[in-house]
């Protein structure tokens, strides 16, 4: 089965980007694809200088995934409003569009919206 | 393979950018062919409402956005019980069809995907 997640919120503020981390490890773990597409705040989890000393770092958490094998997008137009560059954001993880979003709709069996 | 999508819009425009963020959905997902329905509930409802006066706060009128949706064949629809609870009628809305509960429950059973904007 492949899981769809759209995630809204940011880190560090909302548990959703946690939440995600933990139901796509799982999924993953078990055989099944993921693939995160990060709305409007939920760019902010893929800046690669997230420092947090002493507590769970959520980029790198990203990371973790992507290893595990899942497909991770953020929206472009979200990041630049919010500042984040190319170059700012986790390795093999990209930038792109709605079409995107149209796409993991499109191709996931279930999908899941991470949302306030 | 095009899906059939309800969008739901769950809070007041311009408070947090939800209702612009959904309206941006709504194009990108409808744009590429999939069947889009977008249901207002909650305060979400006030983003359909007639006489929005946002330049005075430097954002756009949100309901001219979403009266363009059926280019796309997207529909907008907008919950009755939400509508009477802020004391509001048909009349106060720009657009927007009026459906009740039921007929929410029967959209969401319908649909392939429910994207929630709360």
């Not at chain 1, 997008?73 to 993880?93: H, Q, V, W």
């Not at chain 2, 209702?19 to 249901?39: I, N």
């Not at chain 2, 949100?62 to 939400?82: H, P, Q, R, V």
Request: aromatic share 8%.
């Amino acid at each position: 089965m492949k899981l769809g997640f759209v995630v809204r919120t940011g880190p560090y503020t909302s548990q959703n980007i946690d939440t995600a981390y933990e139901l796509a490890k799982r999924a993953l773990a078990k055989g099944h694809s993921v693939e995160i597409f990060l709305y409007e705040d939920g760019v902010l989890s893929m800046n690669k200088y997230i420092n947090s000393p002493d507590e769970r770092n959520i980029a790198g958490r990203m990371s973790e995934l992507i290893q595990s094998g899942a497909r991770i997008t953020g929206c472009g137009l979200c990041a630049k409003f919010r500042g984040i560059k190319k170059d700012m954001i986790i390795e093999n993880t990209k930038l792109s569009g709605m079409a995107v979003l149209s796409k993991l709709v499109e191709t996931s069996d279930k999908v899941i919206t991470l949302s306030f | 393979m095009a899906k059939k999508i309800t969008i739901l819009v769950r809070s007041c425009p311009y408070g947090m950018a939800t209702s612009a963020e959904a309206f941006r959905g709504v194009v990108g997902l409808a744009g590429m062919d999939h069947k889009v329905k977008v249901v207002f509930v909650d305060d979400g409802i006030y983003s359909l409402k007639k006489d929005q006066h946002p330049e005075i706060i430097e954002m756009k009128d949100i309901s001219k956005g979403y009266a363009t949706i059926g280019d796309f064949d997207a529909e907008n629809y907008i919950l009755e019980e939400d509508m009477k609870e802020r004391n509001l009628s048909p009349d106060d809305f720009a657009l927007g069809n009026i459906i009740n509960k039921d007929e929410l429950k029967k959209i969401i059973d319908d649909s392939d995907v429910v994207m929630s904007f709360s």
